[in-house]
């Protein structure tokens, strides 16, 4: 995703969320590869990239798990951190920038 020209450190924090957000994405077409046997954990390829997928993803969605656990086998995990990391982007880090830049002056 392409920002207007912004101080660094706004910059630095959208990245980071945009790579989260394919992280994420490879989580979850891991987690789909995986439950419908296209690829095997037994290769310690594929298991050392999905234990780093889970170290990175893991913690957030088990914190959004103990608030909406999976509904009918459906995990709605990585769809509420999508929508979290998309209400950062759109409205707190734009919000944050105008008040700070507000406050020096």
């Given at each position: 995703?392409?920002?207007?020209?912004?101080?660094?450190?706004?910059?630095l924090i959208l990245t980071v969320l945009d790579i989260y957000k394919w992280?994420?994405?490879?989580?979850?077409?891991?987690?789909?590869?995986?439950?419908?046997?296209?690829i095997n954990?037994?290769?310690?390829?594929?298991?050392s990239i999905v234990r780093f997928l889970d170290a990175l993803t893991e913690p957030v969605f088990r914190q959004v798990r103990?608030?909406?656990?999976?509904v009918g086998g459906l995990d709605l995990s990585p769809i509420v951190v999508f929508m979290?990391?998309?209400?950062?982007e759109a409205y707190v880090i734009p919000w944050a920038v105008f008040?700070?830049?507000?406050?020096?002056?």
């Open positions: 995703m392409l920002y207007p020209p912004i101080d660094p450190i706004t910059a992280i994420v994405i490879a989580a979850v077409v891991a987690s789909w590869l995986i439950a419908f046997n296209v954990l037994h290769n310690n390829i594929v298991r103990r608030v909406i656990p999976p979290a990391i998309w209400f950062i008040w700070i830049y507000r406050s020096i002056g």
